[in-house]
């Protein structure tokens, strides 16, 4: 079974200092593997989907990573901002229309 | 921009009652998800529907959730009887077609509290 993990379960830095989250997973027979954001007490929004035969995806401050073979992935945050608090959820696409996701990494950016 | 909707938002109910949640996903879109979160957690799939039809029912504990999707558009999610381990958030996501390479929409949530 395919398990996703999520280390940190939480990190605080200082505003303008650059944010790296893991995210990994046991098994490497991904279809993709997406990053998303989720504001306290909402729904999640889609930030960043790296295709299996992808290495990376970058959106403006956001840059990922997936390396399938060793299981991981890596979601680089530059310059943090208080708008960048939230938690920070990963999830790999194992078949058609199926999900799994990690438990996230709740950011804080303090001014 | 279209967007799930979800309503209601916040729900607290005692423990035996039943509830429902209703979902309104983005238009033309096929596929609809239903996911319980724990606080905490990630989201865990509860039940995926294509059109009025359930694919994937296996996580969903039928014998007191039941889900429908009847004309294949809207979808509501009960409980029946509800229970203190229900509290959770519920989220409800849809996208155009299931793909190998998806991009899943998702609803503010119904954040429920069971008492």
């Known amino acids: 079974k395919q398990e996703v993990t999520q280390i940190p379960a939480a990190l605080s830095v200082p505003e303008g200092e650059n944010l790296v989250l893991n995210c990994s997973f046991t098994?490497?027979?991904?279809?993709?593997l997406q990053w998303f954001r989720q504001d306290p007490g909402k729904g999640l929004t889609s930030l960043l989907l790296?295709?299996?035969?992808?290495r990376e995806q970058t959106s403006g401050r956001l840059n990922a990573s997936l390396d399938k073979s060793s299981g991981r992935s890596t979601l680089y945050i530059a310059a943090s901002q208080p708008g960048d608090s939230a938690t920070y959820l990963c999830?790999?696409?194992?078949?058609?229309?199926?999900?799994?996701f990690g438990a996230g990494t709740q950011v804080v950016v303090t001014p | 921009e279209a967007e799930v909707a979800q309503s209601p938002r916040y729900k607290i109910t005692e423990k035996s009652q039943a509830v429902a949640f209703w979902c309104d996903p983005i238009?033309?879109?096929?596929?609809l998800y239903w996911y319980r979160q724990i606080l905490g957690q990630g989201p865990e799939l509860l039940v995926q529907?294509?059109?009025?039809?359930?694919?994937?029912d296996s996580q969903l504990p039928k014998d007191r959730f039941s889900a429908e999707r009847l004309k294949g558009v809207d979808s509501t999610l009960k409980i029946q009887p509800a229970e203190l381990g229900d509290s959770a958030m519920y989220l409800c996501?849809?996208?155009?077609?299931?793909?190998?390479?998806?991009?899943?929409?998702f609803g503010p949530g119904t954040r429920l509290l069971v008492l």
């Open positions: 238009s033309g879109h096929a596929t």
């Open positions: 999830a790999v696409q194992i078949s058609w229309g199926k999900f799994q």
């Open positions: 098994d490497s027979a991904i279809y993709n």
């Open positions: 790296i295709q299996s035969s992808q």
């Open positions: 529907f294509q059109d009025e039809s359930v694919v994937d």
């Open positions: 996501a849809s996208s155009p077609s299931p793909a190998l390479v998806e991009t899943q929409y």
